[in-house]
């Protein structure tokens, strides 16, 4: 459920109406709602209500970076997983606890560990041998302790578009599982490191449950398997990956079911489960709203050239992703169109031969489900800005991020002085 509806034939965020974002703010913009934020925050943690013990929950700070984002999500109890030092400075500037934080991801380098370390943070999801060597000797020679989970890579298909699977054998993440006892045996002897637990994600936009729950099963085996071998093991982290729906009426597994699954595979686990969401919790607080710059004749269907591209919306040219697109005054009449931006290339393709509202140049529509990997994952390319978002709030928005023009970009580049002598 969101907070983006029409109201008198015009669609609002919240009591917001887009028209109003797109006179003051311009186009392209994020709009992002409060209330869609804080409801999926709300629901998430209430569908893991049934675990023995409360859970964890760190948001996937790749997924929607926004300091304001974040400082939602920390009003709410969220902590952050984070996967670069950039992504843990900014958990900490919107008021993450240090310790609520998680650090993923396979190239930490020795000035991010040690950032890491220096912040004081919860836990280090390492996922290497050679990582975890590098994170002990680092901690050690500070005179701290690296509290730390060992990714496991289950070797189980998320059933997930390729790019966006990370729990297959040949995926980079995480260790093989079969290697895992013998290393934690290794690692939990080093002295700059506090070897507590397991960690694990397969995937993102997982549309099926049946490969988590088998990854998790997974994990619980090898929790036990650690435990007879004498290992202290107090907190599993289970990863994020639960998919949304980006098309209507598109049914995909609820939170709820989820965290009923979640129960029933860590029933007795004796530890703190932890969490790694990210799109379920963004992806539909937020839509990327454009104006339509002309409606170019084709010899098929007509071209709908938007003030958006692939530089602000990744998903469509990049995975081949689905975004509804609707119009923000929807006439009742209907069009089949290829809705394209204005980037120089043919990728440059939101949607082909696709059923929409009628429209015209001038007029405003959304890309919906835009809120999870939307504006982060923006690029300059054609040396096009980085485009604002917003927060609306009831009747109320802010500017969240200005918008970034291409000479802001230009202005941190120099032409060196061998190239203008003559
Ligand atoms: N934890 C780890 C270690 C991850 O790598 C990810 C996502 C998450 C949690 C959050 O997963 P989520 O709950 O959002 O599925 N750019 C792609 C998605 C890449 C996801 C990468 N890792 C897209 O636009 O679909």
């Known amino acids: 459920m969101d907070h983006f509806r029409l109201i008198d034939g015009e669609l609002h965020a919240e009591d917001v109406p887009l028209s109003r974002i797109a006179d003051e703010v311009g186009t392209p913009v994020y709009v992002y709602s409060r209330a869609t934020f804080e409801r999926h925050a709300r629901v998430f943690r209430d569908a893991l209500s049934g675990l023995d013990r409360p859970p964890h929950l760190a948001f996937a700070v790749k997924a929607n970076p ?14 952050a997983d984070v996967v670069s030092g950039g992504e843990l400075a900014r958990a900490l500037a919107a008021g993450m606890a ?38 002990a000797a680092i901690a050690a020679a500070r005179g701290v302790v690296a509290r730390c989970a060992l990714r496991v890579n289950p070797d189980v298909d998320a059933g997930t578009h390729d790019k966006i699977s990370t729990g297959k054998a040949d995926n980079k993440f995480g260790v093989p599982i079969s290697h895992a006892p013998a290393l934690f045996a290794e690692l939990s002897q080093l002295p700059g490191l506090d070897l507590r ?7 993102s936009q997982l549309s099926d449950l049946d490969p988590l729950e088998q990854a998790f099963g ?44 979640v129960a029933r595979v860590t029933r007795g686990w004796d ?38 591209a692939m530089n602000d919306l990744a998903r469509p040219a990049l995975y081949g992703a689905w975004h509804d697109f609707d119009a923000v005054r929807p006439s009742g009449e209907r069009m089949t ?9 043919t990728g440059d393709t939101f949607a082909t031969d696709r059923q929409t509202d009628a429209l015209v140049a001038g007029d405003l529509a959304v890309f919906r489900t835009a809120g999870a990997y939307g504006a982060t994952m923006a690029s300059s390319y054609n040396s096009r800005g980085f485009v604002a978002e917003v927060m609306v709030d009831g009747a ?27």
């Open 66 to 79: 926004n300091l304001a984002v974040l400082r939602l999500l920390a009003n709410e109890g969220y902590g």
């Open 396 to 422: 109320d928005y802010a500017v969240v991020a200005e918008r970034i023009l291409p000479a802001a970009i230009a202005d941190a580049e120099r032409v060196p002085d061998f190239l203008t002598r003559r």
């Open 98 to 135: 240090a310790h609520d934080i998680v650090f993923s991801g396979v190239g930490k380098t020795a000035a991010e560990l040690a950032q890491g370390l220096d912040a004081g943070i919860g836990q280090f999801n390492i996922e290497s041998g050679e990582e975890g060597r590098e994170l």
């Open 337 to 345: 169109g290829n809705i394209v931006g204005p980037i120089c290339e």
């Open 271 to 308: 530890v703190t489960v932890m969490f790694e969401p990210g799109r379920v919790i963004a992806g539909n607080a937020g839509v990327l709203l454009t104006r339509v710059i002309r409606v170019k004749r084709g010899l098929n269907h007509p071209f709908v050239i938007v003030d958006a």
């Open 218 to 261: 997974k994990l619980g085996a090898m929790l036990r398997e650690l435990r007879g071998a004498g290992h202290t093991i107090t907190h599993m982290d289970l990863g994020g990956g639960l998919g949304v729906p980006y098309r209507s009426g598109e049914v995909l597994p609820t939170p709820h079911a989820y965290g009923a699954m």
């Open 197 to 203: 637990g397991l960690a694990v994600h397969i995937g």
